[in-house]
């Protein structure tokens, strides 16, 4: 734990949109998954459907004498996943009843519940970014020539789980919540309007753009799966580099730096 003075590390703004966007991901995640279940199936390209057999990812179901087998194929390779992926709770379904909302066959209202926190999403995006433009909190999010020399040293301090606790961030966590502000949530919302028919005929370019529907459908699904990663390193490094000073400093803003660190006088 950091021995050190206590600095106002996260403005309001930042708090606030922070945990806005965790419920959101929350239940876009489970939604998603459940939009997904209608057709468990994923393509490049512009041309997809029942005569077509380039699936990159798909998700189904073999009968296998008297039971069912889930079957998982991964760029033409087939795997068994039955009880996981393909076939669970005895039925056909891509994910499991766990991991989608609603937890059965509902699509209309998995839609819904996407859209509703979509949308939030990205009114609290243009929120944050505005209010991070004023008070100067974007500029702690761009990485420096400066953080770049000491991108070698701050890797090998991770690796040796020695982290740092200072006022401004490090070039790592830098780079992890730059890509995701300003590349995986733009990514996904440009990727969810293409998927619109409605969005489509207002910004036909967007097709051109991500290569069609199904493409960006792909795009879509592992930026998901990138941000899922991202939290899991996320919550890992909450946990290793001290899980109260971390959390406290999300919640009220202050955050306790090293004993002799640079910030120690601003008690």
């Known amino acids: 734990m950091a021995k050190g003075a206590l ?13 806005i966007w965790a419920i959101c991901l929350f239940f876009l995640l489970f939604s998603g998954l459940q939009i997904f279940n209608a057709y468990p199936s994923l393509h490049i390209g512009r041309e997809a459907g029942f005569d077509y057999d380039n699936a990159a990812l798909a998700l189904g179901g073999v009968q296998n004498g008297d039971a069912l087998q889930g079957v998982t194929r991964v760029l033409g390779h087939d795997f068994e996943t039955t009880g996981v992926l393909g076939v669970s709770g005895g039925e056909v379904r891509g994910f499991p009843a766990a991991l989608t909302m609603p937890s059965g066959q509902a699509l209309a209202t998995g839609r819904v519940i996407h859209f509703f926190f979509a949308w939030l999403l990205v009114g609290t995006l243009v929120v944050w970014l505005v ?4 008070n100067g909190h974007i500029r702690a999010l761009i990485p420096t020539l400066a953080d770049l020399r000491r991108l070698p040293g701050d890797v090998a301090d991770h690796v040796r789980l020695r982290f740092h ?3 401004d961030y490090n070039v790592l966590q830098k780079f992890a919540y730059a890509g995701v502000l300003f590349v995986a949530l733009p990514l996904m919302i440009a990727t969810g309007l293409t998927m619109s028919p409605g969005f489509d005929a207002v910004a036909p370019w967007l097709l051109d753009l ?4 199904q493409t960006a459908r792909t795009i879509h699904f592992v930026t998901m799966l990138a941000l899922v990663g991202f939290f899991g390193v996320h919550m890992a490094m909450i946990l290793l580099a001290g899980p109260l000073n971390e959390v406290r400093s999300i919640v009220t803003g202050w955050y306790r730096t090293d004993a002799g660190g640079e910030d120690d006088h601003a008690a």
């Open 131 to 134: 209010a991070s433009i004023v």
């Open 7 to 19: 600095i106002y590390r996260q403005k309001r703004a930042t708090r606030v949109t922070h945990w």
């Open 165 to 167: 606790h200072t006022r």
């Open 210 to 213: 991500f290569g069609g529907r």
